[in-house]
Structures are given as C-alpha cells and as structure tokens.
C-alpha cells in the first residue's frame, strides 16, 4: 500500500536535546511538507520540499531544520533553539505544490 | 485575522442529520481542500475545489468564489463521520497554503 510513514508516533524530549522527526514516502512524489498543529490553531507550514537537495523555509522555521537527499525522505530536526517544540507534528507529500496533499498519521512530541 | 475562517467551531448531531460546515477566506486562491482529521491525528483529503460542486458518497463540497466561501454538506450523518474537518486554501499567487482551525463533529447514535 502506497502512503506517508511518519515516526515515531510519540516522542518525548529533554531540555536542550535535539530530536528527529522521520518521514518517509512510496507514492514517488516529488514535494514533501512538515506542518505543526497546536490546540485551536491551524496547521502551520515549518519546512518544504520540491524537488531532492531542496528545500524551503515556511511560516515558522525558526528552530527546525530539515534535509532532502532521497526522494522518498523528508526528517525534521526539532532543534534545542525550538523554546516551545511541544506540538503535533504532521508530515505531508503531493505531487507538485498544486495537488492535494496526502498526510502521515503524524508525531506527537512532548517536553519531559 | 485568519485567512481562513471556520464555522461552527463545534457541532454536535444526532445519527441521520444532515450536517453543513462553513469556511470563509479572504485571500485570493487557485483552489481550496477539505480535510478530515481522525482522533488519531491523522488527515485525510476529502475534496479539493476551485469552483462549482463536487459529491462523493455522502458527503458534497461547494464554492463560491465571489463570497469566498464554501461549504461542506454531510447527509444522513454517521457516528463514524465524527472527526475534524479544516478548510485549506491555497493561495493564487503562489505555494503558500492557509489553513482554518477546523471543525470538531460528534454524531451521536
């Protein structure tokens, strides 16, 4: 079955940690998103993806990076400069920015 | 302001109602999507729309593009419909995607 695998479907961080949110897609698209949802706001667009080896800041980049280097795959590194990293996190493919997205089943990451 | 504005916020039906949710943009777009969301979390695109009507089972979207609004009509309403629905535009100048807060739907049996 063809779809997004995000994991891992919950993750707890430290202080100061760096964590890795993972992505991977077999529907052979070419664009990927990352979005973050918190309680009674929408999604917000961190990072995106068109083609391989590149990528885009969205709304609220700051304190996320990501990389590119398969097609199929698409990690968000929630990094220490993230003050307020708890949130649900969804990963997201299509195949060019116009069409509809197809989502992962999302990572919820919590602060311990 | 958000670009993107749902109504009602919450709603809860009784099994059979028909049911009808509201999204208002004020953007300029080239398409909008509705989305449901399970309690697990995860999304899934139900319609996407740039004018006129789409239906599918039991469920129908429609868009007026000088309101700028469109709706998102459920008939004989099921407890397995309950779920978030959010209104997504995106945007006609360029790849940029504004999302509502969603709707939270509870069928009662």
């Known amino acids: 079955d063809g779809g997004i695998t995000q994991s891992p479907k919950y993750l707890f961080r430290k202080e100061g940690q760096n964590v890795t949110l993972s992505c991977e897609q077999n529907?052979?698209?070419?664009?990927m998103y990352w979005y973050r949802q918190d309680p009674g706001q929408g999604l917000r667009l961190i990072y995106y993806?068109?083609?391989?080896?590149?990528?885009q800041k969205g709304d609220i980049a700051e304190g996320y990076s990501v990389s590119r280097e398969k097609k199929e795959s698409f990690p968000l590194t929630v990094t220490s400069a993230q003050k307020n990293p708890t949130a649900f996190y969804l990963c997201?493919?299509?195949?060019?920015?116009?069409?509809?997205?197809?989502f992962g089943d999302g990572t919820r990451l919590s602060i311990l | 302001k958000n670009e993107v504005e749902q109504s009602p916020q919450n709603l809860t039906a009784q099994e059979g109602e028909f049911i009808t949710i509201n999204c208002s943009y004020s953007?300029?777009?080239?398409?909008l999507h509705w989305l449901q969301q399970h309690p697990g979390g995860g999304i899934v695109s139900l319609f996407m729309?740039?004018?006129g009507k789409k239906k599918h089972g039991r469920l129908i979207a429609t868009i007026n593009i000088q309101e700028k609004h469109s709706s998102l009509h459920i008939t004989a309403s099921h407890p397995r419909d309950s779920a978030v629905y959010i209104c997504?535009?995106?945007?006609?100048?360029?790849?940029?995607?504004?999302f509502g807060t969603g709707t939270s739907l509870t069928v009662i049996p």
């Open positions: 997201a493919s299509s195949w060019d920015m116009r069409l509809p997205q197809h």
């Open positions: 529907l052979n698209h070419d664009a």
């Open positions: 993806s068109q083609i391989v080896n590149d990528f």
């Open positions: 953007v300029g777009i080239s398409a």
């Open positions: 729309l740039s004018s």
């Open positions: 997504a535009v995106r945007s006609a100048t360029g790849n940029q995607f504004y």
